[in-house]
Nanobody, 117 residues
Framework: QVQLVESGGGLVQPGGSLRLSCAAS????????MGWYRQAPGNQRELVAT???????NYGDSVKGRFTISRDNAKKTVYLQMNSLKPEDTAVYYC???????????WGQGTQVTVSS
């Protein structure tokens, strides 16, 4: 059974930093694309960043230059380093794992990130 567990969310002031982690268990392996998505109240879930097994990354326009996604395949963990945080980054952040060309995709339960003074 696949499980994705996010951690690292919390309250931070504008301009601050947070690092999110997502630990995968079960049949997730390095072939899976790992990603972070977020959803603010009243908004649709949107892409934050994805990372392929060999390190190719993709970022949403609103976070480019501020957020960095990375992964440790041995630990089955994906990270999201968030710098220069803005109030508009406030959302629930979700981890996702999926196989390209497959219907296999899994979501974590989400972690709240609040950027406020």
């Amino acid at each position: 059974q696949v499980q994705l567990v996010e951690s690292g969310g919390g309250l931070v002031q504008p301009g601050g930093s947070l690092r999110l982690s997502c630990a995968a268990s079960g049949s997730i392996d390095s072939r899976y694309v790992m990603g972070w998505y977020r959803q603010a109240p009243g908004n649709q879930r949107e892409l934050v960043a994805t990372i392929y097994s060999r390190g190719t990354t993709n970022y949403g326009d609103s976070v480019k230059g501020r957020f960095t996604i990375s992964r440790d395949n041995a630990k089955k963990t994906v990270y999201l380093q968030m710098n220069s945080l803005k109030p508009e980054d406030t959302a629930v952040y979700y981890c996702k794992a999926f196989l390209v060309g497959s219907t296999r995709n899994y979501w974590g339960q989400g972690t709240q990130v609040t950027v406020s003074s």
